[in-house]
């Protein structure tokens, strides 16, 4: 009997599985508007419980990469609705992270008016596509001023009620892998005096502040949030507080009662090792809502499952390039290997072609 194919709940959400799909940017999206390109990809895959949306900008200012979407205007709700349409067919519940780049960008990715803002005036180290002149030095973001702080907060509220008006089952704060509400939590990346820096109260708040503007505008219930301990791309290096900080979030985000937190370990990828402590400690603080990603097999996610130490089970790459996993895993089939050339290219090759069982 397998877990993994099992129904379950998930706060309200009722979902077909216990697999979810993880957040993958695949930068289709020309012009940031949503597309049936997109919805294709989506409704191939909604035989996983939960969909988790590509990183979706919330604002003009969040779109540091090359054709990724956005959930600010009229005509991205609007394409939205054929992907949250696709999904919902399929069976699968969909939530749409909202991914604010921060200083993970360039500016020959934003549109006109657009800045690269940040919490502090620290330059990532790397480069960064842009479909004009290929790879460009990240450049040295704005330091967000008090005003900046409370205009992003609104432009997280403000997505997150599009993105219910597009049908979306609820949001996802991408809170992980070096972009923006990372960039206040890491002490690499936050050397603001004014509240929102210092200790792990103050380059939590930023995050904590998000979460409770967006759980008042579209409920607590709808969000989710997305965080990567030990975590160290995008130039986001290991330091000695780690675990104490992350231990301050579960706590902090356990107590809000808020629809899941999913961690990611990148360790399977070459980060650091995400040690089980983390982990156990985030699940003391979820005991019921808890999505772990990174790495996972159909084998080590149903022997977490059965260890209860996770909810649901996140899968990136094998989602990508398997669009039927769930029936895969289930007649222990083999699977399809990821086409890595085609994971950013704008079209439907190495998206919408991968073969599926029979
Ligand atoms: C092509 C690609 C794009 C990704 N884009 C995102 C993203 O937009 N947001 C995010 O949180 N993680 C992103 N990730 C990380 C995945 O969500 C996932 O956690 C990671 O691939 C590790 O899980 P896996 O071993 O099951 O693939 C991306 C990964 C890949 C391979």
Known sequence: MSLLLSPTTLGPLTLQNRMAMSPMTRSRALGNVPNALMATYYGQRASAGLIITEGIAPSPNGLGYARIPGLFSAEQVEGWKLSTAAAHAGGAKIIAQLMHTGRIG???????GARLVAPSAVKAAGQMWTDQSQMQDHPV?????????????QEFVAASKN?????????????????????????NTNLR????????????????????AVSAAIGKDKVGIRLSPYGAFNDMPAYDAMEADYTYLAEQL???????????????????????????????????????????????????????????????MTFLANPDLPARFKAGASLNTPDFTALYTPDAKGYTDYPTLG
């Open 106 to 112: 360039h500016a020959l990715n934003l549109p006109a």
């Open 254 to 316: 356990g107590s809000r009662g808020i629809l899941y937190v999913h961690v990611l370990d990148h360790s399977a990828g070459g980060a650091p090792p995400v040690p089980d402590s983390i982990k156990a400690t985030f699940r003391r603080h979820l005991p019921k809502n808890l999505i772990l990603a990174g790495g996972y097999t159909a084998e080590r996610a149903e022997a977490d499952l059965a260890a209860d130490k996770a909810d649901v089970i996140s899968f990136g």
């Open 141 to 153: 973001p704005d330091a967000m001023s008090a005003a900046d702080l409370a205009s992003t907060i």
């Open 163 to 187: 993105a219910v008006a597009a049908g979306f089952d609820g949001i996802e704060l991408h809170s992980a892998n070096g972009y923006l509400l990372e960039q206040f939590i890491r002490p």
């Open 193 to 212: 005096t004014d509240g929102y820096g210092g200790g792990i109260e103050g380059r939590a708040r930023f995050v904590l502040e998000v979460v409770d």
